[in-house]
């Protein structure tokens, strides 16, 4: 339902056609996507509004949501995922201060199951992305939690989502339009999720300094929370010292003794 309607008297020609939709199968979550899931479910409390990525850590963040009460839902996109908080009754938009009792979003992915409880259901609320990602509109539902995945965040907080240094493997999305609604929002907290290592653990996504090339997603002045299976790292307000502190504190164990010598090199002091 919602604004996702073209009168006929738009259009020039129409084709009859009969495919199946595609599909997206569900994720397969591991161990560390699953602590990452519940680190990131502890930052959500009762009668907040989400903004959900796809993939697998956003599917994990959702396993864990089930004791929660009367969520929200204002994303880009969602899937399968929310369906079954849904049908839960964890998911029912009642305390939205936008579009109250309407899970609002812009596109979705997911399985038949998905596409069949969206399909002439008056709670879901289909918008086109620019206003559904427009930070202004983001910020009129208080208590806006945006959780996103990126793949490197350096030290002072400085976020990665797009690039492998110079190999562009994304675009943005609506990532740095999330971002700044949540913290427009009243009480709103902006997340950055993902695991602690890369390339069969060899590679640490926690780093000194972003790659050679490598293009900043969301700058160090926007990012809240940084998640990984290790812990929860709050950077904002924090100073760039204690911002160190605390993303060393959640990286693999593997890789902080490196950067506590990089910390002490830089700030000449110990942690």
Same mark, same amino acid.
């Given at each position: ?13 129409? *084709?009859?056609?009969? $495919? ?10 591991t ?5 990452i ?5 502890s930052l ?12 697998? %850590? ?6 864990f949501?089930?004791?929660? /009460? ?11 995922g929310?369906v079954?908080?849904?049908?839960a009754? $964890?998911?029912t938009?009642?305390?939205?201060t936008?579009?109250?009792? /309407?899970? $609002? ?11 069949d409880? *969206? ?10 992305v ?6 202004? %509109?983001?910020?009129?539902n208080?208590?806006?939690? @945006?959780i ?5 965040v350096?030290l ?7 690039? %492998?240094?110079?190999?562009?493997? @994304? ?7 999330f971002?700044?609604g949540?913290?427009? @929002?009243?009480?709103? /907290?902006?997340i950055?999720?993902?695991?602690? !290592? ?8 926690? !780093? ?6 490598a @293009?900043v997603t ?5 990012v ?7 812990g $929860? ?15 060393i504190a959640i990286?693999h ?8 010598e990089?910390? /002490? ?7």
């Open positions: 339902m919602g604004d996702s309607f073209v009168p006929v008297s738009d259009l020039d020609i129409i *084709v009859e056609t009969d $495919v199946p939709l595609i599909e997206l199968k569900p994720p397969v979550i161990d560390v996507e699953r602590a899931g519940e680190n990131c479910a959500i409390k009762d009668g907040d509004t989400l903004q959900l990525g796809i993939g697998a %850590i956003p599917d994990a963040v959702l396993l949501l089930k004791d929660k /009460k009367d969520l929200g839902i204002h994303s880009e996109m969602f899937s399968d929310v079954e908080l849904v049908e009754g $964890v998911v938009n009642k305390r939205k936008l579009h109250p009792g /309407k899970s $609002v979003v812009t596109f979705l992915m997911g399985t038949r199951r998905l596409y409880f *969206v399909n002439d259901n008056p709670s879901v609320f289909m918008m086109p620019d206003y559904v990602n427009d930070p202004y %509109i983001i910020r009129q208080d208590n806006l939690i @945006s996103n995945s990126c793949v490197q350096d002072q907080g400085q976020v990665v989502s797009t690039s %492998i240094g110079k190999r562009e493997i @994304s675009g943005v999305g609506g990532q740095v339009d971002v700044r949540a913290n427009l @929002s009243k009480g709103g /907290k902006s950055m999720a993902m695991p602690s !290592t890369a390339a069969g653990g060899t590679v640490s996504k926690i !780093t000194p300094l972003i790659d050679a090339g @293009s969301t700058s160090r002045h926007d809240g929370y940084v998640v990984t299976e290790y $929860v790292a709050e950077l904002r307000g924090k100073t760039l010292r204690d911002r160190a502190r605390a993303l990286a164990p593997d890789f902080r003794a490196s950067l506590a990089e910390f /002490k090199a830089r700030f000449r002091t110990s942690l």
